[in-house]
């Protein structure tokens, strides 16, 4: 007989009775959930491996003649949508304006000459003291250059000038029959109101760029031979930066093409980079006193004046960044992430435009947050331009204490001219940091240390001036023999 309850009833319909039909259902719908899942991820990473085999469609073949970017931008084109946004204000220093005849620009830059008359006193008596503003993005650099009046009359520039301003492989193969070092040479020879008819437009990307491999290259023969000879003071002989460079130092290399410090060499006023002796401005400050070499005659004091241009790259190499591998283009061009590619930004700016470009930059190393990194900056800086002021007032001094005497006659030839040597190296030490672009930060440490010694040059000078020798701006101050007021 059997003694099954109710109970005993409902628990075997629960686990063995119509229930258990459910279970082979719900299994096959989380198979094939699960599956589905699987073959969209394996179809995802399928396509992700075939972007990075192919990271670009060729819609159109490059040569080395292929000088238009936009024909470049028809295989590349969110690359070239950034690179026409080298156009943009991204540091808010445009300043409308009202065209003219002479000079059809809607907008300038701050003019930093204004902005800091020491500058132009520094400068008296060069092109520099008349026409000076701050730089800005690519897009501008041929028309900045054209309409400045630097490369007016009664200034007669060398065609030299435009090396870094324009698309140059064009202007290279055009004057120099597909030759590009004899156009090089040709082009440095005419005038630049000469050499700039030759020009189609602003840098662009065959500057940078082997248009069969899209690899980076080096196009400017200057470059080539500067790296090559500072390579050779390292004890690295024969160097060709396009065959022997890694792709990091080319990520730096492309953009010391033109963000250096140079001079004309010779009759040919041959583009020329004085890094034979080494990257620093102290090595740069030997070179040209062991050639000989002098930008212009100080209008005032008449010391034989150096004018640095903008040694970004080699103020760049002796920072912290430099030391740990970073190059020019982990900060100004980050990377940025496009399906499984990842592209360079090429508006080219400074890292802190945005946060954005902080967070792309900065924050891939630094473990910190857009403000944190946006105050590092501003103290490093503001540090830098507190020292620069010192470092001003006291060449100041020293170029108005050098005309009175000289005007005065109280101090001797002898003095006078130990006093603009002093001023000369001072002048060249202030110009550097401040016509580098960094304003300090692309290595703070050294930076201050080229400030701090040409305040102690300038004040050199001063004592130079009363009397009193200094060796080379570090020694012990020494009372003459015969002071200024004795020997009158």
């Given at each position: 007989?059997?003694?099954?309850?109710?109970?005993?009833?409902?628990?075997?319909?629960?686990?063995?009775?119509?229930?258990?039909?459910?279970?082979?259902?719900?299994?096959?719908?989380?198979?094939?959930?699960?599956?589905?899942?699987?073959?969209?991820?394996?179809?995802?990473?399928?396509?992700?491996?075939?972007?990075?085999?192919?990271?670009?469609?060729?819609?159109?073949?490059?040569?080395?003649?292929?000088?238009?970017?936009?024909?470049?931008?028809?295989?590349?084109?969110?690359?070239?949508?950034?690179?026409?946004?080298?156009?943009?204000?991204?540091?808010?220093?445009?300043?409308?304006?009202?065209?003219?005849?002479?000079?059809?620009?809607?907008?300038?830059?701050?003019?930093?000459?204004?902005?800091?008359?020491?500058?132009?006193?520094?400068?008296?008596?060069?092109?520099?003291?008349?026409?000076?503003?701050?730089?800005?993005?690519?897009?501008?650099?041929?028309?900045?250059?054209?309409?400045?009046?630097?490369?007016?009359?009664?200034?007669?520039?060398?065609?030299?000038?435009?090396?870094?301003?324009?698309?140059?492989?064009?202007?290279?193969?055009?004057?120099?029959?597909?030759?590009?070092?004899?156009?090089?040479?040709?082009?440095?020879?005419?005038?630049?109101?000469?050499?700039?008819?030759?020009?189609?437009?602003?840098?662009?990307?065959?500057?940078?760029?082997?248009?069969?491999?899209?690899?980076?290259?080096?196009?400017?023969?200057?470059?080539?031979?500067?790296?090559?000879?500072?390579?050779?003071?390292?004890?690295?002989?024969?160097?060709?930066?396009?065959?022997?460079?890694?792709?990091?130092?080319?990520?730096?290399?492309?953009?010391?093409?033109?963000?250096?410090?140079?001079?004309?060499?010779?009759e040919g006023k041959t583009l020329t980079f004085p890094w034979d002796k080494g990257l620093t401005a102290q090595d740069a400050?030997?070179?040209?006193?062991?050639?000989?070499?002098?930008?212009?005659?100080?209008?005032?004091?008449?010391?034989?004046?150096?004018?640095?241009?903008?040694?970004?790259?080699?103020?760049?190499?002796?920072?912290?960044?430099?030391?740990?591998?970073?190059?020019?283009?982990?900060?100004?061009?980050?990377?940025?992430?496009?399906?499984?590619?990842?592209?360079?930004?090429?508006?080219?700016?400074?890292?802190?435009?945005?946060?954005?470009?902080?967070?792309?930059?900065?924050?891939?190393?630094?473990?910190?947050?857009?403000?944190?990194?946006?105050?590092?900056?501003?103290?490093?800086?503001?540090?830098?331009?507190?020292?620069?002021?010192?470092?001003?007032?006291?060449?100041?001094?020293?170029?108005?204490?050098?005309?009175?005497?000289?005007?005065?006659?109280?101090?001797?030839?002898?003095?006078?001219?130990?006093?603009?040597?002093?001023?000369?190296?001072?002048?060249?030490?202030?110009?550097?940091?401040?016509?580098?672009?960094?304003?300090?930060?692309?290595?703070?440490?050294?930076?201050?240390?080229?400030?701090?010694?040409?305040?102690?040059?300038?004040?050199?000078?001063?004592?130079?001036?009363?009397?009193?020798?200094?060796?080379?701006?570090?020694g012990p101050a020494v009372l003459e023999e015969h002071s200024p007021a004795k020997d009158q």
């Amino acid at each position: 007989m059997s003694t099954t309850t109710d109970n005993d009833a409902k628990s075997t319909n629960t686990w063995t009775g119509p229930r258990k039909r459910w279970v082979p259902i719900v299994v096959l719908l989380f198979v094939a959930v699960a599956a589905a899942g699987l073959t969209w991820l394996l179809t995802n990473i399928f396509q992700r491996k075939e972007e990075t085999k192919q990271p670009f469609t060729q819609v159109v073949e490059l040569t080395d003649t292929t000088y238009d970017p936009a024909v470049w931008g028809k295989n590349f084109p969110k690359h070239y949508e950034q690179y026409k946004k080298t156009y943009e204000d991204t540091d808010g220093d445009f300043i409308k304006v009202d065209p003219t005849d002479e000079d059809p620009r809607e907008y300038h830059t701050i003019s930093r000459i204004d902005a800091e008359p020491r500058a132009q006193h520094m400068w008296r008596g060069y092109a520099f003291a008349v026409d000076y503003t701050a730089p800005r993005g690519h897009e501008w650099a041929l028309v900045d250059q054209m309409y400045t009046k630097r490369t007016k009359e009664p200034f007669k520039q060398p065609g030299t000038c435009m090396n870094c301003h324009a698309s140059m492989p064009e202007v290279y193969d055009k004057l120099g029959n597909g030759d590009r070092m004899a156009g090089f040479d040709a082009m440095n020879k005419l005038s630049y109101q000469e050499a700039v008819q030759h020009a189609s437009g602003t840098i662009a990307c065959i500057d940078c760029h082997d248009p069969k491999t899209m690899e980076l290259t080096i196009t400017r023969p200057a470059f080539m031979e500067g790296i090559k000879k500072y390579k050779a003071s390292q004890g690295i002989s024969d160097y060709d930066v396009n065959r022997d460079a890694s792709n990091q130092e080319m990520r730096s290399y492309v953009c010391a093409q033109c963000h250096v410090e140079y001079y004309f060499k010779g009759e040919g006023k041959t583009l020329t980079f004085p890094w034979d002796k080494g990257l620093t401005a102290q090595d740069a400050m030997a070179y040209y006193d062991e050639v000989g070499w002098t930008d212009f005659q100080h209008a005032e004091s008449g010391a034989p004046a150096l004018k640095a241009q903008h040694p970004d790259f080699e103020t760049f190499s002796q920072g912290v960044h430099a030391s740990n591998g970073v190059t020019c283009a982990d900060c100004h061009m980050s990377y940025q992430r496009d399906g499984a590619s990842k592209i360079s930004n090429h508006q080219i700016m400074s890292p802190m435009a945005s946060d954005e470009t902080i967070n792309s930059s900065c924050l891939t190393c630094h473990h910190s947050t857009t403000e944190e990194m946006r105050q590092r900056v501003d103290g490093i800086q503001d540090q830098w331009q507190n020292s620069l002021n010192v470092g001003y007032t006291a060449l100041d001094a020293l170029i108005t204490d050098i005309t009175t005497a000289a005007n005065d006659g109280s101090a001797t030839e002898e003095q006078l001219t130990k006093a603009r040597d002093f001023q000369r190296k001072a002048q060249f030490l202030i110009d550097y940091t401040f016509s580098e672009n960094g304003r300090g930060f692309h290595a703070p440490a050294y930076s201050q240390s080229l400030i701090n010694q040409a305040t102690d040059y300038a004040r050199s000078g001063q004592l130079a001036l009363r009397g009193v020798t200094v060796e080379n701006g570090n020694g012990p101050a020494v009372l003459e023999e015969h002071s200024p007021a004795k020997d009158q």
